[in-house]
């Protein structure tokens, strides 16, 4: 009886350290990641996005505006945690708390001109550059969509 209670107790913590285990972006590997919008090649370049699904698999997409429009498409999915990189860092930010900044005239994977950035003072020094007026939250975005490029 004893060996079945420590059995039962282990099995409990085991258990409860796997739902405890944090949702994080997946690496980017270049060589055979694709996106899972438009099947082209991700790069950890600074314009990559992830979808993370609560057990850790991730839907990975070259472009920002690639993300927004399967999001659209797929508005059942239970994402867990959506990521994009910041343009200049290339750090993981969870989409809710980025920055956007919508500039067709910089290119991006599949020229939707989207920038993401993890601080507002980075967003606002360059859509000051780039003669922007304005900043986007993920919402904003996803409202104004189809955006440039190559949107469905």
């Given at each position: 009886?004893?060996?079945?209670?420590?059995?039962?107790?282990?099995?409990?913590?085991?258990?409860?350290?796997?739902?405890?285990?944090?949702?994080?972006?997946?690496?980017?590997?270049?060589?055979?990641?694709?996106?899972?919008?438009?099947?082209?090649?991700?790069?950890?370049?600074?314009?990559?996005?992830?979808?993370?699904?609560?057990?850790?698999?991730?839907?990975?997409?070259?472009?920002?505006?690639?993300?927004?429009?399967?999001?659209?498409?797929?508005?059942?999915?239970?994402?867990?945690?959506?990521?994009?990189?910041?343009?200049?860092?290339?750090?993981?930010v969870e989409?809710?708390?980025?920055?956007?900044?919508?500039?067709?005239?910089?290119?991006?994977?599949?020229?939707?001109?989207?920038?993401?950035?993890?601080?507002?003072?980075?967003?606002?020094?360059?859509?000051?550059i780039q003669?922007?007026d304005r900043?986007?939250?993920?919402?904003?975005?996803?409202?104004?969509?189809?955006?440039?490029?190559?949107?469905?």
């Amino acid at each position: 009886m004893k060996h079945a209670s420590l059995l039962a107790l282990s099995m409990i913590i085991i258990v409860s350290k796997c739902e405890q285990r944090a949702i994080a972006p997946v690496p980017i590997n270049g060589t055979i990641d694709v996106c899972t919008a438009c099947q082209m090649s991700v790069s950890d370049n600074g314009y990559a996005a992830e979808i993370v699904l609560k057990n850790g698999k991730a839907y990975k997409f070259d472009d920002i505006g690639c993300l927004f429009g399967y999001l659209l498409e797929n508005n059942s999915l239970k994402a867990e945690k959506k990521y994009v990189q910041d343009r200049d860092t290339k750090r993981w930010v969870e989409i809710d708390k980025a920055y956007f900044v919508e500039d067709r005239a910089v290119h991006t994977p599949m020229s939707y001109g989207i920038h993401a950035f993890e601080s507002r003072a980075s967003a606002d020094k360059f859509a000051s550059i780039q003669k922007q007026d304005r900043l986007f939250t993920a919402t904003e975005l996803l409202s104004r969509y189809p955006l440039a490029g190559n949107a469905k």
